[in-house]
Nanobody
Framework: QVQLVESGGGLVQAGGSLRLSCAAS????????MGWFRQVPGKEREFVAA????????YYADSVKGRFTISRDNAKNTVYLQMNSLKPEDTAVYYC????????????????WGQGTQVTVSA
């Protein structure tokens, strides 16, 4: 039983930055995976980045590698997504998600989702 709440979305100009937060509550484990996904109307939800509560391994989609950084604050049970050099094509609803240990990029494999936060990047 895990609850996830995203925040930090908004409207930003191309080239700007946003920092998204995902606060987790309920039953979590150090081996659990935490991920960020995004979705636009008419398209499938896509993987963005992932990490675990324990360890330093980070995973990124090729489309955001070098621009986005996933990090965490275990004391606050919060995962962050620092988004730099934003492009209009980054516009989407961003969701955080969690699952047990194995990190995969397929959305159906992730068991718990937040409500999403809108990110809009203007040209």
């Amino acid at each position: 039983q895990v609850q996830l709440v995203e925040s930090g979305g908004g409207l930003v100009q191309a080239g700007g930055s946003l920092r998204l937060s995902c606060a987790a509550s309920g039953r979590t484990f150090n081996s659990d995976a935490m991920g960020w996904f995004r979705q636009v109307p008419g398209k499938e939800r896509e993987f963005v980045a992932a990490t675990r509560w324990s360890g330093d391994n980070l995973y990124y989609a090729d489309s955001v590698k070098g621009r986005f950084t996933i990090s965490r604050d275990n004391a606050k049970n919060t995962v962050y997504l620092q988004m730099n050099s934003l492009k209009p094509e980054d516009t989407a609803v961003y969701y955080c998600a969690t699952k047990r240990y194995p990190i995969v990029t397929t959305p159906p494999a992730w068991g718990y989702w937040g409500q999403g936060t809108q990110v809009t990047v203007s040209a």
